[in-house]
């Protein structure tokens, strides 16, 4: 259980989800995804005009790093759930932009390989699935997020836990702007779920 009354002055760094390992795996792996489906995209829109074969190693590296993606996504999401009572909102956030992040990638990759994923229909189910469990993390996750702002402990020490809860009032609440803060999370909360 989480304690919601005293809050420790400081809290370290939780390696498992901010390490720079987890960040540099996750943001190198989506540029790499973005830069093969713009130019899979590009390709696409000139190849209209003239007779380019398709890049079949491209396809097959897009596969796999979207793959990759909505597979960490979801893991990530996962572990931060697991571990709500000990990890403090500053990480929850983390987890919930690197799942937005993965989606972004799966979303580009869909754009990118459209004709390919008509073609299989079990994979067209199973990648829907996934995406589909990716979205109510996601979701689940903004909706924490929410709660943190709304009770102003989206920048303390308190776990994210506490944020259905009462606290003291210690733990260096949040003195941000709210209101922004509110709109941000609601217009990404809806962008996603669109």
Not at 43 to 53: I, L, M, W
Not at 70 to 97: C, E, N, R
Not at 160 to 185: F, H, M, R, V
Request: with cysteine; glycine share 8%; proline share 3%.
């Amino acid at each position: 259980m989480a304690t919601c009354t005293n809050a420790p002055p400081t809290l370290s760094s939780d390696a498992g989800v901010a390490g720079i390992g987890v960040l540099l795996s996750f943001v190198i792996t989506a540029v790499i995804a973005l830069a093969i489906s713009a130019s899979l995209v590009f390709q696409e829109a000139r190849g209209r005009t003239s007779v380019q074969k398709p890049s079949v190693l491209r396809r097959k590296l897009l596969n796999a790093y979207s793959d990759q993606q909505i597979l960490t996504g979801i893991g990530i999401q996962s572990v931060g759930l697991g571990k709500m009572d000990s990890l403090a909102p500053y990480h929850f956030f983390i987890i919930w932009m690197l799942s937005l992040l993965s989606m972004a990638v799966h979303n580009a990759s869909l754009l990118a390989l459209v004709h390919d994923f008509r073609r299989d229909w079990v994979l067209r189910w199973l990648r829907q699935f996934l995406i589909f469990v990716n979205l109510v993390l996601s979701s689940l996750y903004g909706i924490y997020i929410l709660e943190a702002v709304n009770d102003g402990i989206n920048d303390s020490t308190f776990p994210i836990a506490c944020a259905w809860k009462e606290t003291d009032g210690t733990g260096q609440p949040s003195t941000g702007n709210k209101a922004l803060s509110y709109i941000g999370t609601i217009a990404v909360l809806a962008g996603n779920i669109l």
